[in-house]
C-alpha cells in the first residue's frame, strides 16, 4: 500500500498561493493524464477547492513519488519549486490514509465539520475515475475515506450545529417549536438582514410569512416575494399576536415592543411561545421582555454567543472524530497487509502444485498398472501431504502480515514447521 | 424461577443505569444503544419473571411490597418503550433508567417466599385496582421526566449561552407535548384505579377504609392533575408552569407510595 499525497491547504498557505496551484474543473482530467502517462503514477487523484489542492498517488517508491507528484504540480501551474516549497506538506503510506480520512471527515476543514467537503472529495474521486487514474488501491482508500466521513457523521454530532447568524436562528426556533410547519413568522421592518433571515426561515419549512414596514408599499414589495402578507403600518398590534417568530430590525430609535406588550401578546396567544429575533441596532425590542414566561428572545449578540458554543461544541465532537478515524485508519492497514500477502501464498501453493505434480508424473511409472481406485488414493495422498505440509507457512505468512513488528526468524521458522520452540 | 429471572432482569437493567451514569458524568449521549437492548431484553425476562411468579403463586404477583416493586418497575418500562417508539426520545433514558433499576434491586433485596395471600384479595376489583394505579403512576413519571426536561432546556434557551443540556434535550415543544400526552394518558388510568380501590374497599372492608391516609392522598394526587388537566385544556396552561405542576404532581405520587405506609391502614397488608 505505497500512498502518497502531496498539497496545499488553508492551514499552509494564503489564498494568493493557493489560488496559484487550483486546478480548475475542465483542466482536471488532462492533469490527470498528465499524472499517468508523464510520471509513471499507476493510480492518480486530484482534490482541488478554494480552501484546498491536494493530489494523491498510488507510487511503488514513495518518496521517489512525492517528488514526481510536487514536479507535476509545478510544472502543471508554471510556479518555480522555491516559490511553493514552504508551502507543501506531503504524507505518506499511514500518514497519507490517515489525512485523506480527516479530510474526507472535515476535521481539516477551515469550519470544523463542515459539509461540503465529502462532496467535493466524492466528485474528485468521480472525475478521477472518469480519467481512468483510479485503480483497485486508491478505490479501496476512498470507498473507506466515504464510510468513515459517514461513520463520524452518524456517530458524533460535529456537524449538527449551527455556524452562521440565520442557521443559529433557524437552529433555535427548533429547539423551541422543534419543527416549522405551520408556523408564522412576523417581519418587522423590510431591511436586508430581516429579508435573509426570513428566506432561511422559509428554506426550512416556516409555513406563513407577514410584513410589516413603516412604509406600506415596501411591506406589500416583499411580503410578494415570499407570498405572504403586508400588515398596515397601523394594524401591526392587532396581527402581532399571530406570530410565532418574529424578526424585528425596524430603523427605529426606541424600543417597540415593552415588556408588557409581550404579556399581553402571550395572553393572547394563550401561552403559546414566541421567539423574538432582535437584529436591529439600536434594538427594537426591549431586553426585559425575556422574562417573560413563553418568550424568548434573541439579538444579535446572542446569537453571536450561540454559535461560538456551537464551534465549541463542534471541537468537543472532533475528540471523538479523532479517536474514529484512528480506529479506521488501523483497520485499513490490518486488511492492507491481508491482501498483500495473499498473491505469496497463491504462488507458494502453485509452486509445491507444480512440483507434486511432476514427481508424480515421475514415480507413477514404477508402479505398474492400477485400479481407478487405487489411483485416486495416490492423488489424494499426494494432495493432502502436501496440504499438511503448507499449512504451517501459509497460516505463519497471515500471522506475520497481521502485525507490523519483526520476529526472530529461526522462531518464525520452528512455528512454520510446526517444531517444539 | 421468578426470582431467578428477576436478577437477570437486574443485570440487564445495570447496563441502563450504566449508561445513564455516564452520560451524566460525561455530557454525552454514551453505550445509549447497548443500554436500550440492556433495557429491552431486561423487560423481556422482567415480563416472564412476572408470568412465572404468577403461575408459581397462582395470582396475580401484585400482592406483596416485593411483587409491587418489581411490577412497578416494569409497567414504568412499560411506559418508557412506549414513549420511545413514538418520540425517540434518548434523554428520557437518563430519568427512567435508573429509576428502574432501583425499584426491581428494591423488589431483589426484599423478596418474600410466596405465602398465600390475605383472602380480602381474592376479588377481581383488586386485580384492575392494582394495574391501572401503577400505569397512572408510570404515566406520571413519564409526565415529570418531560417537565424537569422542559426546565432545563427552557433554562438554557433564557439564559441564551448553549451548554451540554441544549445540545442533547429535546425542543420545548416536544417535552411540553410528551408531558401533556403523558398525562392524559394517565389521569384516566388513575381516575379508574381509584374507582376500582373504592369498589373493591366497599365491598371488602368495612367504613373506616375511608380515611386511611393513603386513600386521602390519592385523592390529593387525583385532584392535582385534574387542576393541571383542566387549565390544560380550558386555559392553555403550557410551558413552565405545566411543567412545575407535572413535576409537583409526581412528587406527591412518590409520598402517596412510599411516605404514606405505616401498620393499621387499609394497605398495611401489602407491607410484608
Known amino acids: ?39 509513471e503514477l499507476a493510480e492518480g487523484m486530484i482534490l482541488s477547492t478554494c480552501n ?68 467535493q472529495v466524492k466528485n474528485a474521486f468521480n472525475t478521477a475515475q472518469s480519467a481512468g487514474t483510479i485503480g483497485s488501491d486508491l478505490s479501496r482508500l476512498m470507498t473507506r475515506a466515504f464510510f468513515v466521513a459517514k461513520r463520524v457523521r452518524s ?25 416549522l410547519k405551520g408556523k408564522t413568522v412576523l417581519i418587522l421592518g423590510a431591511g436586508k438582514m430581516s ?53 424585528s430590525s425596524t430603523g427605529s430609535p426606541n424600543f417597540i415592543l415593552s415588556r408588557a406588550d409581550g404579556e399581553r401578546i402571550i395572553h393572547l396567544r394563550r401561552n403559546r411561545p414566541v421567539f423574538i429575533i432582535d437584529i436591529a441596532v439600536p434594538r427594537d425590542v426591549d431586553p426585559e421582555i425575556n422574562r417573560v414566561s413563553n418568550i424568548f428572545l434573541y439579538d444579535i449578540d446572542d446569537l453571536r454567543n450561540v454559535i461560538d458554543a456551537n464551534l465549541r461544541q463542534r471541537q468537543r465532537e472532533a475528540q471523538s472524530a479523532e479517536e474514529i478515524v484512528r480506529q479506521e485508519v488501523e483497520a485499513f492497514l490490518e486488511d492492507s497487509r491481508t491482501r498483500d500477502v495473499t498473491p505469496a501464498i497463491v504462488t507458494l501453493r502453485e509452486h509445491w502444485e507444480a512440483i507434486r505434480k511432476e514427481e508424480l508424473a515421475r514415480g507413477r511409472k514404477r508402479f505398474g498398472e492400477l485400479t481407478p481406485d487405487q489411483e485416486a488414493a495416490l492423488e489424494s495422498l499426494t494432495q493432502s501431504l502436501m496440504n499438511k505440509m503448507l499449512h504451517g507457512p501459509t497460516s505463519e505468512l497471515r500471522r506475520l502480515s497481521r502485525q507490523s513488528a519483526s520476529e526472530d526468524p529461526l522462531r518464525i521458522i520452528k512455528r512454520m514447521f510446526g517444531l517444539k520452540e | ?21 455516564l452520560t451524566i458524568i460525561t455530557r454525552k449521549k454514551t453505550l445509549f444503544r447497548v443500554a436500550l437492548f440492556g433495557i429491552g431484553s431486561g423487560f423481556l425476562a422482567h415480563g416472564l419473571s412476572i408470568v412465572y411468579a404468577w403461575i408459581e403463586g397462582q395470582h396475580p404477583p401484585i400482592t406483596n411490597l416485593h411483587e409491587a416493586l418489581s411490577f412497578f418497575a416494569f409497567v414504568i418500562v412499560l411506559a418508557f418503550l412506549i414513549s420511545y417508539a413514538r418520540y425517540r426520545l434518548d ?42 394505579t401503577f400505569l397512572g403512576y408510570a404515566a406520571f413519571f413519564v409526565a415529570f421526566s418531560a417537565g424537569i426536561m422542559y426546565l432545563i432546556q427552557e433554562h438554557e434557551l433564557k439564559r441564551k449561552r448553549p451548554q451540554a443540556f441544549y445540545y442533547r434535550l429535546p425542543s420545548l415543544e416536544v417535552c411540553d407535548d410528551l408531558g401533556y400526552r403523558s398525562l392524559s394518558i394517565g389521569f384516566p388510568l388513575l381516575t379508574l384505579g381509584i374507582a376500582a380501590g373504592a369498589l373493591w374497599a366497599n365491598k371488602a372492608l368495612d367504613q373506616s377504609w375511608a380515611w386511611d391516609p393513603k386513600i ?21 396552561l403550557r410551558g413552565r408552569r405545566a411543567a412545575l405542576m407535572s413535576i409537583v404532581g409526581f412528587v406527591i405520587v412518590l409520598f402517596t407510595f412510599i411516605g404514606t405506609r405505616h401498620q393499621g391502614s387499609a394497605h398495611s397488608f401489602i407491607q410484608q
Not at chain 1, 456517530?155 to 419543527?179: D, G, H, Q, R, W
Not at chain 2, 421468578?2 to 437493567?13: E, P, Q, V
Not at chain 2, 390519592?218 to 387549565?231: E, G, M
Open chain 1, 1 to 39: 500500500m505505497n500512498i502518497v499525497l502531496v498539497g496545499v491547504s488553508h492551514r499552509t498557505a494564503p489564498v494568493n498561493i493557493r489560488e496559484r496551484v487550483h486546478f480548475p474543473e475542465p483542466k482536471l482530467v488532462q492533469a490527470l493524464e498528465l499524472l499517468r502517462s508523464r510520471y
Open chain 1, 52 to 119: 484546498r489542492v491536494e493530489v494523491l498517488a498510488h507510487t511503488p517508491d514513495p518518496p521517489e513519488g512525492v517528488r514526481q507528484v510536487k514536479d507535476f504540480i509545478c510544472n502543471f501551474h508554471q510556479v518555480p519549486y522555491e516559490t511553493l516549497q514552504k508551502f507543501l506538506y506531503d504524507f505518506m503510506q499511514v500518514d497519507a490514509v490517515r489525512h485523506v480520512f480527516r479530510v474526507a471527515a472535515s476535521l481539516d476543514s477551515m469550519v470544523l465539520g463542515e459539509p461540503q467537503i465529502l462532496g
Open chain 1, 155 to 179: 456517530e458524533t454530532s460535529i456537524a449538527s450545529s449551527a455556524v452562521s447568524i440565520s442557521y443559529a436562528a433557524v437552529e433555535l426556533a427548533k429547539k423551541i417549536f422543534n419543527e
Open chain 1, 195 to 247: 429579508e435573509l433571515a426570513a428566506k432561511h426561515l422559509t428554506s426550512s419549512g416556516i409555513s406563513k410569512v407577514l410584513v410589516w414596514n413603516r412604509t406600506y408599499e415596501r411591506a406589500v414589495e416583499l411580503a410578494e416575494s415570499f407570498k405572504g402578507e403586508a400588515i398596515r403600518p397601523e394594524e401591526l398590534f392587532k396581527h402581532i399576536e399571530r406570530a410565532d417568530i418574529l424578526i
Open chain 2, 1 to 21: 424461577m421468578s426470582l431467578i429471572l428477576l436478577r437477570i432482569t437486574i443485570a440487564f437493567y445495570s447496563v441502563g443505569l450504566l449508561h445513564s451514569f
Open chain 2, 91 to 132: 434523554s428520557l433514558s437518563v430519568f427512567v433508567f435508573p429509576l428502574v433499576f432501583i425499584l426491581t434491586l428494591a423488589a431483589n433485596l426484599i423478596s418474600s417466599p410466596p405465602r398465600p395471600r390475605p383472602e380480602i384479595l381474592k376479588s377481581l376489583w383488586f386485580y384492575v385496582h392494582i394495574p391501572t
Open chain 2, 216 to 236: 386521602i392522598w390519592s385523592l390529593i394526587t387525583w385532584l392535582v392533575y385534574a387542576v393541571l388537566i383542566h387549565y390544560r385544556l380550558s386555559a392553555g
